[in-house]
Protein backbone atom coordinates (compact mmCIF):
# COMPACT_ATOMS: atom_id res chain seq x y z
CA UNK A 1 0.00 0.00 0.00
CA UNK A 2 1.02 3.84 -1.01
CA UNK A 3 1.59 6.09 2.08
CA UNK A 4 1.32 9.84 1.19
CA UNK A 5 3.26 11.22 4.55
CA UNK A 6 4.09 10.72 7.97
CA UNK A 7 6.01 12.46 10.66
CA UNK A 8 5.97 12.80 14.67
CA UNK A 9 6.50 15.98 15.91
CA UNK A 10 5.76 18.37 19.24
CA UNK A 11 2.25 20.58 19.14
CA UNK A 12 0.15 23.07 21.29
CA UNK A 13 -2.98 22.90 22.65
CA UNK A 14 -5.42 25.73 23.52
CA UNK A 15 -7.54 25.64 27.02
CA UNK A 16 -10.10 23.96 24.91
CA UNK A 17 -7.46 21.23 24.37
CA UNK A 18 -7.60 21.50 21.14
CA UNK A 19 -4.34 21.26 18.80
CA UNK A 20 -3.66 24.83 16.86
CA UNK A 21 -0.14 24.19 15.68
CA UNK A 22 2.40 21.46 15.43
CA UNK A 23 5.90 21.26 14.61
CA UNK A 24 7.70 18.62 12.48
CA UNK A 25 11.49 18.44 12.52
CA UNK A 26 11.88 15.49 9.98
CA UNK A 27 8.70 14.82 7.86
CA UNK A 28 8.93 11.31 5.87
CA UNK A 29 7.00 11.25 2.39
CA UNK A 30 6.19 7.55 1.17
CA UNK A 31 6.73 5.79 4.46
CA UNK A 32 6.86 2.05 4.27
CA UNK A 33 4.40 -0.60 4.73
CA UNK A 34 7.04 -1.47 7.49
CA UNK A 35 7.31 1.45 9.44
CA UNK A 36 3.36 1.66 9.32
CA UNK A 37 2.93 -1.79 10.54
CA UNK A 38 5.88 -1.32 12.85
CA UNK A 39 3.86 1.73 14.34
CA UNK A 40 0.94 -0.09 14.52
CA UNK A 41 2.10 -2.78 17.11
CA UNK A 42 2.89 0.24 19.78
CA UNK A 43 -0.50 2.81 18.46
CA UNK A 44 -3.73 1.99 17.07
CA UNK A 45 -3.47 3.65 13.36
CA UNK A 46 -6.50 3.44 11.47
CA UNK A 47 -6.55 2.86 7.82
CA UNK A 48 -7.39 6.59 6.89
CA UNK A 49 -5.65 9.57 7.39
CA UNK A 50 -4.98 10.19 11.31
CA UNK A 51 -2.72 12.45 13.99
CA UNK A 52 -2.27 10.51 17.33
CA UNK A 53 -1.31 11.73 20.55
CA UNK A 54 1.68 9.66 21.88
CA UNK A 55 2.38 9.09 25.53
CA UNK A 56 5.97 9.94 26.61
CA UNK A 57 5.78 6.31 28.29
CA UNK A 58 5.80 5.04 24.73
CA UNK A 59 8.33 7.49 22.77
CA UNK A 60 11.12 4.60 23.03
CA UNK A 61 8.79 2.10 21.53
CA UNK A 62 8.17 4.54 18.55
CA UNK A 63 11.75 5.05 18.67
CA UNK A 64 12.07 1.65 18.10
CA UNK A 65 9.52 1.29 15.57
CA UNK A 66 11.58 3.82 13.43
CA UNK A 67 14.22 1.81 13.75
CA UNK A 68 13.01 -1.69 12.96
CA UNK A 69 11.83 -0.48 9.58
CA UNK A 70 15.54 1.05 8.94
CA UNK A 71 13.88 4.81 8.34
CA UNK A 72 15.73 7.15 10.40
CA UNK A 73 13.92 9.74 13.33
CA UNK A 74 15.39 12.64 14.43
CA UNK A 75 18.16 11.58 16.78
CA UNK A 76 17.48 15.40 18.73
CA UNK A 77 13.98 15.10 18.78
CA UNK A 78 14.32 11.24 20.18
CA UNK A 79 16.84 11.98 22.79
CA UNK A 80 14.63 15.13 24.17
CA UNK A 81 11.27 14.57 23.63
CA UNK A 82 10.93 12.26 26.71
CA UNK A 83 11.20 15.58 28.87
CA UNK A 84 8.75 17.42 26.70
CA UNK A 85 6.32 19.88 27.94
CA UNK A 86 4.67 19.98 24.91
CA UNK A 87 1.75 16.92 23.74
CA UNK A 88 3.42 14.88 21.27
CA UNK A 89 1.84 13.94 17.74
CA UNK A 90 2.24 11.37 15.57
CA UNK A 91 0.65 12.27 11.75
CA UNK A 92 -0.23 9.74 9.32
CA UNK A 93 -1.33 11.19 5.65
CA UNK A 94 -2.36 7.83 3.72
CA UNK A 95 -4.16 10.03 0.78
CA UNK A 96 -3.46 13.43 -0.36
CA UNK A 97 -7.23 14.77 0.36
CA UNK A 98 -8.43 17.96 1.67
CA UNK A 99 -6.85 18.06 5.40
CA UNK A 100 -9.46 17.47 7.91
CA UNK A 101 -7.34 18.58 11.01
CA UNK A 102 -4.62 21.11 12.25
CA UNK A 103 -2.01 18.75 12.31
CA UNK A 104 -2.25 16.68 8.68
CA UNK A 105 -2.62 20.59 7.76
CA UNK A 106 0.72 21.60 9.32
CA UNK A 107 2.42 18.48 8.25
CA UNK A 108 1.50 19.65 4.81
CA UNK A 109 3.17 23.29 4.68
CA UNK A 110 6.11 21.34 6.33
CA UNK A 111 6.64 18.85 3.65
CA UNK A 112 6.20 21.94 1.15
CA UNK A 113 9.25 24.21 3.11
CA UNK A 114 11.32 21.09 3.63
CA UNK A 115 11.23 20.71 -0.35
CA UNK A 116 9.77 17.11 -0.25
CA UNK A 117 6.91 18.70 -2.30
CA UNK A 118 6.46 21.31 -4.61
CA UNK A 119 3.59 23.62 -5.09
CA UNK A 120 0.22 22.40 -6.75
CA UNK A 121 1.59 18.24 -5.89
CA UNK A 122 -0.28 18.30 -2.23
CA UNK A 123 -4.02 18.99 -1.77
CA UNK A 124 -4.29 22.35 0.28
CA UNK A 125 -7.90 22.98 -0.65
CA UNK A 126 -9.77 24.08 2.83
CA UNK A 127 -6.83 25.26 4.95
CA UNK A 128 -7.03 28.32 5.16
CA UNK A 129 -10.56 27.88 7.02
CA UNK A 130 -9.16 24.72 9.06
CA UNK A 131 -6.20 26.66 10.46
CA UNK A 132 -6.53 29.40 13.49
CA UNK A 133 -5.90 33.03 13.76
CA UNK A 134 -3.06 32.29 15.90
CA UNK A 135 -0.77 35.33 18.08
CA UNK A 136 2.64 34.65 16.87
CA UNK A 137 4.48 35.74 20.03
CA UNK A 138 8.00 35.77 22.07
CA UNK A 139 6.78 32.76 23.87
CA UNK A 140 5.04 31.03 21.12
CA UNK A 141 1.68 30.46 19.41
CA UNK A 142 -1.46 31.45 21.51
CA UNK A 143 -4.86 30.97 20.34
CA UNK A 144 -6.39 34.34 19.90
CA UNK A 145 -9.24 34.71 22.44
CA UNK A 146 -6.78 33.42 24.98
CA UNK A 147 -3.85 36.52 24.31
CA UNK A 148 -5.51 39.18 26.49
CA UNK A 149 -5.35 36.35 29.76
CA UNK A 150 -1.97 35.82 28.28
CA UNK A 151 -0.90 39.60 28.27
CA UNK A 152 -2.43 40.67 31.72
CA UNK A 153 -0.34 37.62 33.10
CA UNK A 154 3.07 38.73 31.56
CA UNK A 155 2.53 42.11 33.02
CA UNK A 156 1.90 41.36 36.37
CA UNK A 157 5.33 39.65 36.64
CA UNK A 158 6.89 42.63 35.33
CA UNK A 159 6.92 41.38 31.51
CA UNK A 160 5.95 41.81 28.25
CA UNK A 161 4.47 39.56 26.00
CA UNK A 162 5.79 40.74 22.42
CA UNK A 163 3.20 39.36 20.01
CA UNK A 164 5.20 39.57 16.24
CA UNK A 165 1.90 38.95 14.00
CA UNK A 166 -1.54 37.52 14.08
CA UNK A 167 -2.26 35.07 11.18
CA UNK A 168 -3.12 31.51 10.46
CA UNK A 169 0.47 30.66 9.42
CA UNK A 170 3.14 31.10 10.94
CA UNK A 171 6.69 32.52 9.49
CA UNK A 172 8.62 29.65 7.65
CA UNK A 173 12.05 30.04 10.16
CA UNK A 174 10.73 29.26 13.05
CA UNK A 175 9.53 25.53 11.49
CA UNK A 176 11.96 25.30 8.54
CA UNK A 177 15.10 26.50 7.22
CA UNK A 178 15.87 25.50 4.16
CA UNK A 179 20.03 24.83 2.96
CA UNK A 180 21.17 27.37 0.51
CA UNK A 181 19.04 30.64 0.97
CA UNK A 182 19.20 34.03 2.24
CA UNK A 183 16.09 35.78 4.03
CA UNK A 184 16.70 39.22 5.11
CA UNK A 185 13.22 39.74 6.76
CA UNK A 186 11.93 36.46 7.84
CA UNK A 187 8.61 37.35 8.56
CA UNK A 188 7.56 37.83 5.22
CA UNK A 189 8.19 34.20 4.33
CA UNK A 190 5.10 32.05 5.51
CA UNK A 191 5.22 28.46 6.43
CA UNK A 192 4.58 26.01 3.50
CA UNK A 193 7.09 28.55 0.78
CA UNK A 194 8.62 26.16 -0.69
CA UNK A 195 12.23 28.15 -1.84
CA UNK A 196 15.04 26.51 -4.18
CA UNK A 197 18.30 26.37 -3.53
CA UNK A 198 20.19 29.90 -4.11
CA UNK A 199 17.19 32.18 -3.22
CA UNK A 200 17.85 35.61 -1.46
CA UNK A 201 14.64 36.83 -0.56
CA UNK A 202 15.37 40.63 0.61
CA UNK A 203 13.58 42.73 3.24
CA UNK A 204 10.84 44.26 1.28
CA UNK A 205 10.42 40.72 -0.79
CA UNK A 206 7.28 38.13 0.48
CA UNK A 207 6.50 34.48 0.02
CA UNK A 208 2.83 33.19 0.24
CA UNK A 209 2.66 29.39 1.19
CA UNK A 210 1.81 27.03 -1.43
CA UNK A 211 4.68 29.33 -3.81
CA UNK A 212 8.02 30.25 -4.21
CA UNK A 213 11.15 29.33 -6.17
CA UNK A 214 12.58 26.54 -7.80
CA UNK A 215 16.10 27.77 -7.47
CA UNK A 216 18.35 30.84 -8.01
CA UNK A 217 16.40 33.63 -7.55
CA UNK A 218 16.39 37.25 -6.31
CA UNK A 219 12.92 38.07 -4.70
CA UNK A 220 12.22 41.84 -3.78
CA UNK A 221 8.65 41.75 -4.63
CA UNK A 222 5.53 39.31 -3.96
CA UNK A 223 5.17 35.95 -4.78
CA UNK A 224 1.84 35.16 -4.02
CA UNK A 225 -0.26 31.79 -3.36
CA UNK A 226 -0.04 29.46 -6.18
CA UNK A 227 2.82 31.20 -7.94
CA UNK A 228 5.98 29.50 -8.84
CA UNK A 229 8.96 31.13 -10.16
CA UNK A 230 11.99 28.81 -11.94
CA UNK A 231 15.77 29.66 -11.83
CA UNK A 232 17.10 32.58 -12.67
CA UNK A 233 14.32 34.65 -12.23
CA UNK A 234 14.50 37.62 -10.77
CA UNK A 235 11.27 39.61 -9.10
CA UNK A 236 11.81 43.12 -8.69
CA UNK A 237 11.37 45.54 -5.94
CA UNK A 238 7.92 45.92 -5.47
CA UNK A 239 6.95 43.97 -7.95
CA UNK A 240 3.74 41.56 -7.99
CA UNK A 241 2.52 38.51 -9.04
CA UNK A 242 -0.87 37.57 -9.75
CA UNK A 243 -1.87 34.58 -7.39
CA UNK A 244 -5.51 32.94 -7.06
CA UNK A 245 -6.68 33.17 -3.56
CA UNK A 246 -8.84 36.67 -4.32
CA UNK A 247 -10.78 37.08 -7.24
CA UNK A 248 -12.14 33.65 -8.02
CA UNK A 249 -9.29 33.29 -10.37
CA UNK A 250 -8.50 29.39 -11.33
CA UNK A 251 -5.64 29.88 -13.42
CA UNK A 252 -1.88 29.13 -12.29
CA UNK A 253 0.51 32.10 -12.74
CA UNK A 254 4.25 30.89 -12.95
CA UNK A 255 7.31 32.41 -14.46
CA UNK A 256 9.83 30.85 -16.30
CA UNK A 257 13.43 30.47 -16.30
CA UNK A 258 15.82 33.85 -16.43
CA UNK A 259 13.05 36.53 -16.47
CA UNK A 260 12.91 39.52 -14.98
CA UNK A 261 10.18 41.89 -13.82
CA UNK A 262 11.36 45.56 -13.41
CA UNK A 263 10.75 47.50 -10.01
CA UNK A 264 6.75 47.80 -9.52
CA UNK A 265 5.72 45.63 -12.64
CA UNK A 266 3.59 43.12 -12.09
CA UNK A 267 1.64 40.23 -14.24
CA UNK A 268 -1.06 38.23 -14.09
CA UNK A 269 -0.54 36.37 -16.43
CA UNK A 270 2.30 33.27 -17.01
CA UNK A 271 5.71 34.44 -18.52
CA UNK A 272 7.61 31.55 -20.43
CA UNK A 273 11.69 31.60 -20.50
CA UNK A 274 13.68 34.68 -21.08
CA UNK A 275 11.03 37.56 -20.33
CA UNK A 276 11.49 41.06 -19.49
CA UNK A 277 8.64 43.34 -18.10
CA UNK A 278 9.34 46.71 -17.58
CA UNK A 279 9.73 48.57 -14.36
CA UNK A 280 6.11 49.76 -13.07
CA UNK A 281 4.06 48.13 -16.14
CA UNK A 282 1.52 45.52 -14.38
CA UNK A 283 -0.05 43.23 -17.01
CA UNK A 284 -3.87 41.57 -16.56
CA UNK A 285 -5.02 38.85 -18.51
CA UNK A 286 -6.73 41.22 -20.23
CA UNK A 287 -4.12 43.99 -21.00
CA UNK A 288 -4.53 44.95 -24.68
CA UNK A 289 -0.99 44.30 -25.89
CA UNK A 290 0.38 45.67 -29.43
CA UNK A 291 2.94 42.73 -30.50
CA UNK A 292 6.07 44.33 -32.86
CA UNK A 293 8.08 42.89 -35.61
CA UNK A 294 11.62 43.30 -35.22
CA UNK A 295 11.55 46.66 -37.05
CA UNK A 296 8.99 47.73 -34.46
CA UNK A 297 5.99 47.82 -36.76
CA UNK A 298 2.97 46.95 -35.35
CA UNK A 299 1.93 43.40 -35.98
CA UNK A 300 -1.45 43.18 -34.40
CA UNK A 301 -3.13 43.87 -31.10
CA UNK A 302 -3.90 41.22 -28.61
CA UNK A 303 -5.26 40.24 -25.20
CA UNK A 304 -2.26 39.79 -23.06
CA UNK A 305 -3.81 36.38 -21.97
CA UNK A 306 -2.90 34.92 -25.56
CA UNK A 307 0.77 35.68 -24.81
CA UNK A 308 0.53 33.96 -21.54
CA UNK A 309 3.62 31.17 -21.15
CA UNK A 310 5.50 32.53 -24.61
CA UNK A 311 9.44 32.62 -23.94
CA UNK A 312 11.53 35.80 -25.22
CA UNK A 313 9.21 38.24 -24.54
CA UNK A 314 10.07 42.10 -23.88
CA UNK A 315 7.00 44.12 -22.54
CA UNK A 316 7.26 47.78 -22.76
CA UNK A 317 5.29 50.49 -22.62
CA UNK A 318 5.17 53.67 -25.26
CA UNK A 319 6.72 56.32 -24.02
CA UNK A 320 4.64 58.39 -26.39
CA UNK A 321 1.13 56.92 -26.91
CA UNK A 322 0.98 54.62 -23.65
CA UNK A 323 0.27 51.36 -25.59
CA UNK A 324 1.49 48.28 -23.87
CA UNK A 325 4.05 46.64 -26.62
CA UNK A 326 5.57 43.26 -27.07
CA UNK A 327 9.04 42.74 -28.68
CA UNK A 328 11.02 39.46 -28.75
CA UNK A 329 13.96 39.19 -26.46
CA UNK A 330 16.16 36.64 -27.25
CA UNK A 331 18.87 37.91 -24.42
CA UNK A 332 18.35 36.30 -21.60
CA UNK A 333 18.69 37.81 -17.59
CA UNK A 334 21.82 37.46 -16.41
CA UNK A 335 21.62 37.30 -12.61
CA UNK A 336 24.79 38.71 -10.68
CA UNK A 337 27.14 35.87 -9.46
CA UNK A 338 28.14 38.13 -6.27
CA UNK A 339 24.71 39.05 -5.38
CA UNK A 340 23.39 35.51 -5.61
CA UNK A 341 26.42 33.77 -3.52
CA UNK A 342 24.94 32.25 -0.44
CA UNK A 343 28.85 31.20 0.74
Partial sequence: MTHFALAIGSCTKNKDDKIIECYYPDPITNPSDQLIKALSVVIDIADHNGDYLVPAEKLHEISDAFDSAD?????????????????????????????????????????????????????????????????????????????????????????????????????MVDYVVPSGVRIADTSRVRLGAYLGEGTTIMHEGFVNFNAGTEGTSMVEGRITAGVMVSKGSDVG??????????????????????????ANAGVGISLGDRCIVEAGLYITAGTKVTVLDESRKAIETVKAKELSGKSDMLFIRNSQSGAVECLTNKTAVELNSILHSHN
Fill in 237 to 262: GGASIMGTLSGGGKVVISVGENCLLG
Fill in 71 to 171: QAMSAAFANTAMDSEQPIVLTIIHTDQPSTSIPEAFLKLHLLSHRMVKPHDVNLDGIFGLLHNIAWTNLGPIDLPELQEWQIANRLRGQTLQVFSVDKFPK
